[in-house]
């Protein structure tokens, strides 16, 4: 006979789990939304504190926080009775809620709170029954140029894309040797975060930051010294385009997932054209075929279905046959200590003969 009480199953309750997701993402952006991870970051606060700082009901933001914290984010100090006077303080998952901690992911809980992030995910089943993108359901503009018209989601999501930056340049550093090289050109390089860190490892390096003007204007203050002693240099173009020729290394991180294959091509092709016979082209994603990063690249796919259309996260043999087609051919796949991987593709041989 079963005991009273006792769990039948586990798998019910993992699946219930699973669909309460939603209500924790909507929690975790509101206590974001209200500043409540700054609030707490000197030490722990009263209930009473928080919710007259935020203008909020207090009785309701305990029910809040009180529901963060049976996941582990915040913690309820005990002793206390009245709700008023509970007090509330970080723990270590918390504190990466914080818009100043090393790796913050506030930026993130702010972008995933944007009510397009939301209706977005309303036409999964027209992006699954149709192939489309759905962006254009929810806004009119083409996404980026709706990101770059509205200038507080874009601070939000380029804040949010150099604190992930800052978690993972050390592993991409860490995985690759760069030490052979002597030019390496960065493209679509955001904040030069990857660029500024192989030049701090290897002395002798030199980089090229190729990204559209508005990017560029952090890039030059975080590469400012490199810049300075002649060891960088930013130019301002569609990577699509306009590549600068003879580099050692080509880096292309976290572009193409955000591109059709027509898109791919282009990009491959301008890269093709700017290598030597003896250039490596380094093409760094998450990849859904690898086992340490499948859940997160597997929906972070579903999120490119949605946004972008003909744009996807791609398996190793996807990739390899879209470098193949413009004369590249795949050296060997690299792990890093992160959900990206490295792909290192060199000119095929005919490419080089022809070369």
Request: charged fraction near 20%; hydrophobic fraction near 45%.
């Given at each position: 006979?079963?005991?009273?009480?006792?769990?039948?199953?586990?798998?019910?309750?993992?699946?219930?789990?699973?669909?309460?997701?939603?209500?924790?993402?909507?929690?975790?952006?509101?206590?974001?939304?209200?500043?409540?991870?700054?609030?707490?970051?000197?030490?722990?606060?009263?209930?009473?504190?928080?919710?007259?700082?935020?203008?909020?009901?207090?009785?309701?933001?305990?029910?809040?926080?009180?529901?963060?914290?049976?996941?582990?984010?915040?913690?309820?100090?005990?002793?206390?009775?009245?709700?008023?006077?509970?007090?509330?303080?970080?723990?270590?998952?918390?504190?990466?809620?914080?818009?100043?901690?090393?790796?913050?992911?506030?930026?993130?809980?702010?972008?995933?709170?944007?009510?397009?992030?939301?209706?977005?995910?309303?036409?999964?089943?027209?992006?699954?029954?149709?192939?489309?993108?759905?962006?254009?359901?929810?806004?009119?503009e083409e996404l980026w140029q709706y990101i770059y018209n509205n200038p507080e989601k874009y601070?939000?999501?380029?804040?949010?894309?150099?604190?992930?930056?800052?978690?993972?340049?050390?592993?991409?550093?860490?995985?690759?040797?760069?030490?052979?090289?002597?030019?390496?050109?960065?493209?679509?390089?955001?904040?030069?975060?990857?660029?500024?860190?192989?030049?701090?490892?290897?002395?002798?390096?030199?980089?090229?930051?190729?990204?559209?003007?508005?990017?560029?204007?952090?890039?030059?203050?975080?590469?400012?010294?490199?810049?300075?002693?002649?060891?960088?240099?930013?130019?301002?173009?569609?990577?699509?385009?306009?590549?600068?020729?003879?580099?050692?290394?080509?880096?292309?991180?976290?572009?193409?997932?955000?591109?059709?294959?027509?898109?791919?091509?282009?990009?491959?092709?301008?890269?093709?054209?700017?290598?030597?016979?003896?250039?490596?082209?380094?093409?760094?994603?998450?990849?859904?075929?690898?086992?340490?990063?499948?859940?997160?690249?597997?929906?972070?796919?579903?999120?490119?279905l949605l946004a972008v259309e003909g744009a996807g996260v791609r398996t190793v043999a996807e990739?390899?046959?879209?470098?193949?087609?413009?004369?590249?051919?795949?050296?060997?796949?690299?792990?890093?200590?992160?959900?990206?991987?490295?792909?290192?593709?060199?000119?095929?041989?005919?490419?080089?003969?022809?070369?």
């Amino acid at each position: 006979m079963e005991e009273r009480g006792q769990r039948i199953s586990a798998a019910p309750w993992d699946m219930f789990e699973l669909l309460c997701g939603m209500w924790k993402t909507r929690a975790i952006a509101t206590a974001v939304e209200f500043g409540i991870p700054d609030l707490v970051a000197e030490g722990p606060r009263t209930v009473s504190e928080l919710a007259t700082i935020t203008g909020t009901h207090a009785l309701s933001l305990y029910r809040l926080l009180r529901a963060l914290a049976s996941l582990g984010i915040f913690e309820e100090v005990p002793g206390e009775d009245v709700v008023e006077a509970k007090k509330f303080t970080h723990t270590e998952m918390s504190r990466y809620l914080c818009s100043g901690q090393k790796g913050t992911m506030y930026f993130m809980a702010r972008a995933v709170a944007f009510p397009q992030s939301w209706k977005l995910w309303d036409y999964l089943s027209h992006s699954v029954r149709t192939g489309g993108s759905a962006w254009q359901l929810v806004e009119e503009e083409e996404l980026w140029q709706y990101i770059y018209n509205n200038p507080e989601k874009y601070a939000v999501l380029e804040q949010f894309f150099s604190s992930l930056a800052s978690l993972l340049t050390p592993a991409l550093v860490q995985a690759y040797d760069f030490s052979h090289a002597q030019l390496v050109v960065d493209l679509g390089c955001g904040h030069g975060m990857l660029l500024s860190s192989l030049l701090q490892t290897y002395p002798h390096l030199k980089g090229i930051c190729v990204d559209r003007p508005d990017v560029l204007t952090t890039t030059s203050c975080i590469l400012a010294s490199n810049i300075k002693e002649g060891r960088v240099q930013c130019i301002a173009a569609d990577v699509r385009q306009e590549i600068p020729a003879d580099a050692d290394i080509y880096i292309l991180q976290q572009v193409l997932h955000d591109m059709s294959n027509d898109d791919c091509i282009v990009v491959l092709k301008s890269c093709r054209q700017a290598c030597k016979p003896e250039s490596k082209l380094l093409i760094i994603e998450c990849l859904p075929d690898t086992c340490a990063a499948s859940s997160y690249g597997t929906f972070m796919d579903l999120q490119a279905l949605l946004a972008v259309e003909g744009a996807g996260v791609r398996t190793v043999a996807e990739y390899s046959a879209l470098a193949e087609a413009v004369g590249f051919s795949l050296v060997q796949t690299i792990p890093t200590a992160s959900f990206l991987m490295i792909l290192e593709m060199t000119a095929c041989q005919a490419a080089r003969q022809q070369d």
